[in-house]
């Protein structure tokens, strides 16, 4: 008898299928949290890779934030400027409600808490900050405050 089976739970295709396998969780039953439980310390896990994608662009007139934020609804985003000129993106993507005679083949899709934070310029107008959200894209506009270019006089060298 092969050893190889006995890693694989719930085995539904081929063992020779990289794509098809459930690879076994020695810690499954364990009284502690675990990799495949989700939960660490009682807190869901926080998504920072996949969860908000985000550009930031200076034009000359803003700095302007874009983030992708498929499947959330604005009233799930929070925006904040905290500690003078930080902004703070931050939300949830909520887990669907699980029914107890569902089986789940796969979930890749993210969820759990994210957040993201940047340290504005000191040319940012943090108290004209502007934003929307649309088809899952979040745009933040920070507007800048005006710098006068110092007048240039072109010194004649003699010589």
């Known amino acids: 008898m092969s050893l190889i089976p006995s890693f694989f739970s719930n085995r539904r295709s081929n063992v020779f299928d990289p794509f ?26 926080v998504a920072f890779a996949n969860a908000a994608r985000i550009d930031w662009r200076e034009t000359p007139e803003a700095h302007v934030f874009k983030a992708d934020l498929p499947g959330i609804r604005k009233e799930e985003v929070k925006l904040e400027v905290e ?15 699980e029914d107890k005679n569902d089986t789940w083949h796969r979930v890749e899709r993210s969820s759990g808490k994210f957040l993201r934070r940047f340290r504005l310029p000191e040319n940012a107008k943090v108290d004209h900050v502007k934003a929307s959200m649309e088809d899952g894209v979040l745009t933040v506009t920070v507007p800048k405050f005006e710098t006068k270019k110092p007048d240039v006089k072109a010194i004649e060298i003699s010589g």
Do not use: A, Y
Request: proline share 15%.
């Open 20 to 45: 098809s396998l459930d690879i076994w969780d020695p810690f499954k039953d364990f009284p502690f949290p675990s990799p495949s439980s989700g939960f660490f310390g009682g807190e869901p896990p």
């Open 83 to 97: 500690d003078d000129r930080v902004l703070q993106i931050s939300g949830e993507r909520n887990v669907e409600k």
